[in-house]
């Protein structure tokens, strides 16, 4: 018993309240996020699209995606986090609601776009919400408790999918909506503002105190953009989300030339969702006595070493074997590559940084599937030489930069620490 307690509070202990009902609004969200999953059978089977057709429609939610990322970093700074959450999730629902009823193939696309605007908007704000209400010391365990929820709320949004799918489209995007409009109640009854606890007390610190990168121009989105250390770090992660990206996109062609069905595909894919739901909370007593960058050089090197062994796959086994590698990794890298993140950012920007950083998984979400399918038919298997080669490097990148960026967070922090005490360093925990 002692143990398991022990086990508790090093996973989920010292978090404040308003964390964990942060936490429940995003497993409700991720949950209920199902509908988009299947809108190219919706439109080709049901809409009677083209497939050419649906493909585009698919890609203009991507694309809002990724400029609804920039937009809600933006906000979620200005407006403020909460606001931000109500709004992205309020239009959600009203534009899903539009979307159940909607018979012109051209306004399907339209309102496509703009789902993809809403449901991106929010994951800047939550981030920037934990990094507000969580000391620092805690938050490693906050993010993976957060990278937990996600992937649990996307195995359950899978289940609800298929059977929602198979009896009512119309049913699909109207429980969506109704699992949206839960969790924005859930936000707007116990999730306050936290903006303010981000935001100097007092007049800020000298411009002498902060790093180089942050006090030589006028705070705003540009100043992520143009933060080299951070954009570092962005780029490393970049290399890490075109890694994972590989299971949805080359992986499946992959394995169709080896002479293996989408039941195969879906075993490799259920295996690798088990084992973070079951294994994730585990990760932070692995990896907390251990310094960032080196968990994320080998995590990186984990998932190059994954992917790189399906050179060499021509049966289900292998690429199971591979699967339990590269899950372990991702599983690793989560909680670090969230807390670097957090900690590279200044108070006032942190959603705008958050922003920058999620603009990584749509970016590799074009070049995986654009760039590897190419690879894949020219090169073979020799593909995953050279996935599991970049792993490598960007596992070395890791290693070269995290002296300098240690250097780079610990200036910002001085930075911080010369302004009076937050109301952050006295949020109840529960």
């Known amino acids: 018993m002692h143990a398991l307690r022990r086990w508790w509070h090093d996973t989920a202990g010292g978090l404040p309240a308003t964390f964990w009902y942060l936490w429940a609004g995003l ?35 991507g694309a809002g995606g990724a400029a609804g990322v920039l937009l809600g970093g933006v906000l979620a700074d200005r407006w403020g986090r909460r606001a931000t959450l109500l709004a992205a999730h309020l239009a959600t629902v009203g534009l899903m609601v539009a979307l159940a009823f909607t018979r012109p193939l051209l306004l399907i696309a339209v309102l496509s776009a703009l789902i ?23 938050r490693s365990r906050a993010f993976n408790l957060q990278f937990w929820a996600f992937n649990l709320g996307m195995a359950v949004a899978s289940l609800l999918a298929g059977v929602l799918a198979e009896a009512s489209f119309t049913a699909l995007f109207l429980v969506d909506a109704g699992a949206t409009l839960t969790a924005a109640a859930v936000i707007a009854w116990k999730v306050p503002e936290t903006l303010r606890l981000a935001r100097p007390a007092a007049d800020p610190p000298p411009a002498t105190a902060a790093p180089k990168s942050i006090r030589t121009r006028r705070p705003g989105l540009h100043t992520a953009l143009t933060d080299r250390t951070f954009l570092v770090f962005v780029g490393l992660t970049f290399v890490l989300a075109v890694l994972t990206m590989q299971t949805s996109t080359i992986m499946p062609l992959a394995m169709r030339a080896d002479g293996l069905g989408p039941s195969a595909y879906g075993l ?11 294994g994730q909370l585990f990760v932070p007593r692995l990896i907390d006595r251990h310094r960032k960058d080196v968990v994320l050089a080998a995590s990186t090197a984990l998932l190059a070493l994954g992917f790189g062994a399906l050179a060499i796959a021509d049966e289900l086994a292998i690429y199971l074997g591979a699967a339990v590698v590269w899950t372990v990794g991702s599983m690793l890298a989560a909680p670090p590559n969230a807390q670097i993140n957090a900690d590279l950012a200044p108070p006032q920007l942190r959603a705008r940084y958050q922003s920058v950083f999620y603009l990584t998984f749509p970016a590799a979400a074009f070049v995986a599937p654009t760039l590897g399918g190419v690879s894949l038919q020219h090169l073979g298997d020799r593909h995953w030489l050279i996935v599991g080669g970049l792993g490598l490097l960007a596992a070395l990148g890791h290693l070269l930069a995290g002296p300098s960026r240690e250097r780079h967070v610990a200036a910002l922090r001085r930075a911080v620490d010369r302004e009076p005490a937050t109301p952050a360093d006295r949020v109840p925990t529960g």
Request: charged share 10%.
């Open 27 to 61: 497993l409700i969200n991720r949950a209920g996020a199902f509908a988009m999953l299947f809108l190219s059978l919706y439109l080709t089977d049901v809409r009677g699209a083209s497939e050419g057709l649906a493909g585009t429609v698919v890609g203009a939610y």
């Open 116 to 138: 993809g605007v809403v449901h991106s908007m929010p994951s800047p704000a939550f981030v920037a919400a934990i990094v507000d209400v969580v000391p620092a010391e805690r």
């Open 268 to 278: 490799v894919v259920a295996l690798g969702g088990a084992l973070i739901v079951v």
